[in-house]
């Protein structure tokens, strides 16, 4: 490697190193963000991917031997969690928090003469409640029609099936990619106050005196913080799968092409290097550059489905998601992780990237001042 | 040979104001310690910007020891200590001698033999290995001057060298460049100081709105600061 090019990296890489807050701000904000989001998001996954048990208190008020019978289905029931309450007034069962729901089985259920009743807390999920209601009634049928199993009879009837799950990651296959690109983003920080320091407190000016190109030193720039991209991307890797897994009950499955995160990353950092090149040029002072990345930054974040996942946003905002660069990045790792897709699967997205880049440095070129 | 000819360059920064060069000419002879003076405004600071590469867009012609710059050769003959201590803070003297000496093409060998030199000469070998954000504001003005000693260069370039710092680093540095000069280096030094030009140049030129106002001898003048007083007059400088 040229000898000044190979000065010029070692020492944006020794001042970057020194710079804790730059440290903390490129590794540690991604890994805690990784964290605490992963253990966040797991209660919405088990939710939405394999279903929460109904939490009720059931309250037999007859002592009918069909009455006895639906208390035990409903107790039994591996969809249901039935809980033992202290109190007999049913706003105030509801009232303690555990659940939200109350079924009775009143005197006469056996006849036909009194209905079970089901009293929901107001704040209940739609879905929740449709699903409680749904379930209570099959074991009230079964019971009051003698029906041993409605479950086995129903599946001669209808039979269930579902697409693969191709849209929603798992907490892992969402933030980790995610807040990697995010970390991977805000290299934009170091790397437009680094160049505008140096402008300002006239070492740039200073090195111009001595034979060295523009090209040079902006590759002494720009490979540093690429390669840190690198860095951090195998980081947050590395956090996911080796770390993450201990706290997080959903493994992190990594599809079955994991190679295909090599030019993906290589890609994506590329992208983000562009970003924070551009902002260097752009920036007049240090700290109109560092506001311009933040805010960028965390605008693509939001747009790009790295804040709230792009499976459920709404239809609006996933439309919107394509102007944002973070958007392809996480997709295109998503493609890898989650729909296991084939490279030229990939290959639209790396291309949206590479052109994002192009464009940056492009217009960072044309608007650069060295001096 | 002069070391440094500058013959009618003329510059300006393209914003619509004035000139900050006009016709500007300027002669160095070789060994001599030249002054550069002129109160703000006067184009001192846009004369060294021309004379290390760093403004390329001017009319007329400058010359280091007959070559004519632009010139790598040339460029690499000047030794620049610009007005603003331009150093990286977050690394140690030793790797900030070390990053320069490298730009500048030096192989590593010489880089670490010149660096015990001009760390010696400027007072800051016992600081060598520490973090130049620790260092006083006379230190770093010290390492200023280092830097660009390093390559050893035959024409010194000197922008305000000694602004803000205390006397014991101000005669420090006024002893170096005296033993540099009497060593045969050649320097050019722009100050507001009098005292400091008086005493350590052999020659001096005036420079007022960007044209030269007066070039001759120092022994011909007897008090610098009411001779360059009388020369620009006492209205103060603030457009």
């Keep these: 490697m040229n000898g000044k090019l190979k000065e010029l990296i070692r020492k944006e890489m020794l001042i970057l190193l020194r710079d804790r807050q730059t440290i903390m701000l490129l590794f540690l904000m991604p890994v805690a963000l990784i964290f605490f989001l992963s253990l966040a998001m797991e209660g919405v996954w088990t939710d939405k991917l394999t279903g929460r048990k109904i939490q009720l208190v059931v309250k037999n008020e007859s002592s009918s031997s069909k009455a006895k019978l639906l208390a035990e289905k409903i107790k039994n029931n591996p969809a249901i969690l039935a809980i033992q309450a202290r109190q007999t007034d049913n706003d105030l069962i509801l009232a303690d928090g555990k659940t939200q729901l109350v079924v009775t089985i009143p005197e006469g259920f056996e006849t036909g003469d009194s209905p079970v009743v089901l009293y929901f807390e107001p704040s ?16 009230a049928v079964e019971v009051f029609m003698d029906i041993d199993n409605l479950e086995a009879v129903m599946q001669s009837l209808i039979v269930e099936k579902a697409k693969p799950n191709r849209e929603l990651p ?30 300002n407190d006239g070492t740039l000016q200073r090195l111009f005196t001595y034979p060295v190109s523009t090209h040079l030193v902006t590759l002494g720039k720009i490979i540093p913080y690429y390669l840190i991209n690198v860095v951090q991307f195998v980081l947050m890797m590395l956090v996911g799968v080796f770390v993450m897994s201990h706290f997080i009950s959903h493994a992190f499955y990594l599809g079955e092409h994991p190679w295909q995160m090599i030019p993906v990353t290589l890609v994506v950092a590329a992208a983000t290097t562009g970003f924070g090149v551009l902002i260097a040029a752009l920036g007049r002072t240090q700290e ?27 239809v609006v905002l996933k439309k ?43 217009i960072a070129g044309r608007r650069v001042k060295w001096i | 040979m002069n070391a440094l000819d500058i013959y009618g360059v003329t510059y300006s920064y393209g914003n619509g104001t004035e000139n900050a060069l006009e016709d500007f000419f300027l002669s160095v002879a070789n060994g001599r310690m030249h002054a550069l003076l002129g109160p703000n405004g006067a184009g001192k600071s846009t ?85 130049v954000s620790t260092y006083s504001g006379g230190m770093q003005r010290r390492l200023n001057l280092a830097v660009a ?91």
């Excluded at chain 1, 409680?132 to 074991?139: E, G, H, K, V």
Aim: hydrophobic letters at 45%; glycine letters at 8%.
């Design chain 1, 124 to 139: 209940i999920d739609a879905g929740y409640k449709i699903a409680a209601r749904s379930l209570i009634t099959s074991l």
């Design chain 1, 170 to 199: 798992t907490p892992l296959q969402q933030t980790v990619p995610a807040y990697a690109i995010f970390a991977m983003f805000f290299i934009s920080i170091p790397l437009s106050i680094g160049f505008l320091k140096e402008k």
């Design chain 1, 288 to 314: 109109q550059a560092s506001t311009l990345a933040a805010v960028g930054t965390v605008l693509m974040a939001v747009f790009g489905g790295i804040m709230v996942p792009h499976a459920i946003m709404p």
């Design chain 1, 320 to 362: 919107a998601a394509v102007i944002s660069p973070m958007y392809w990045a996480h997709q295109a790792y998503l493609d890898i992780f989650l729909r296991s897709a084939p490279f030229c699967g990939i290959a639209p997205k790396l291309i949206v990237l590479t052109v994002f880049a192009g464009i940056c440095f492009y």
């Design chain 2, 47 to 131: 004369l060294m910007r021309i004379a290390t590469g760093r403004l390329r867009d001017y009319s007329g012609s400058i010359s280091v020891y007959g070559r004519m710059m632009p010139d790598r050769e040339a460029l690499l003959s000047i030794g620049y200590v610009p007005q603003p201590i331009s150093l990286y803070t977050g690394l140690t003297a030793t790797e900030n001698l070390r990053f320069f000496g490298a730009m500048a093409g030096m192989p590593g060998d010489r880089i670490e033999a010149r660096s015990r030199e001009v760390l010696e000469q400027t007072g800051l070998a016992g600081h060598a290995r520490e973090l």
């Design chain 2, 149 to 239: 000693l390093l390559h050893s260069p035959t024409l010194l370039l000197l922008d305000e060298p000694t602004v803000g710092i205390d006397p014991q680093s101000r005669h420090h540095i006024y002893e170096t460049l005296t033993e540099l000069n009497a060593a045969g280096m050649t320097v050019l030094l722009s100050t507001h100081i009098m005292e400091e030009a008086q005493r350590l140049c052999q020659a001096v030129t005036m420079a007022d709105r960007g044209r030269v106002i007066y070039e001759g001898p120092m022994s011909e003048i007897d008090n610098l600061e009411k001779f360059f007083l009388e020369k620009t007059g006492r209205g103060l400088r603030d457009d």
